[in-house]
């Protein structure tokens, strides 16, 4: 086992089945919070290429697996919610 690596945290329930049906939360950021996808100008997100690539590999999910099903989401510059 490698010593040098960093403890972590567990982020899953002990008891909970994550196999069956249900509704998950899931925010995905950038390293540094840095604003890779995009920018907000007058309230409005503008993204860019990466944040073009981020939605379409989001709306991949479902297209590539019939059980996931996609609910509300947004493209925002340093993340994904």
């Given amino acids: 086992m490698n010593n040098d690596l960093p403890i972590r945290k567990l982020n899953r329930l002990r008891e909970y089945d994550y196999s069956k049906g249900g509704y998950y ?3 995905i950021c950038t390293l540094g919070k840095e604003h890779y996808f995009g920018k ?3 309230e409005i997100m503008i993204k860019n ?3 073009n ?3 379409k590999q989001w709306l991949w999910l479902h297209q590539n697996y019939q ?3 996609l609910d509300y989401y947004v493209v925002m510059p340093n993340h994904l919610q």
Wanted: glycine fraction near 6%; aromatic fraction near 20%.
């Fill in 25 to 27: 939360f899931i925010t």
């Fill in 49 to 51: 290429d990466f944040g």
């Fill in 67 to 69: 059980y996931v099903e």
């Fill in 53 to 55: 690539i981020v939605e």
């Fill in 40 to 42: 907000v100008e007058n």
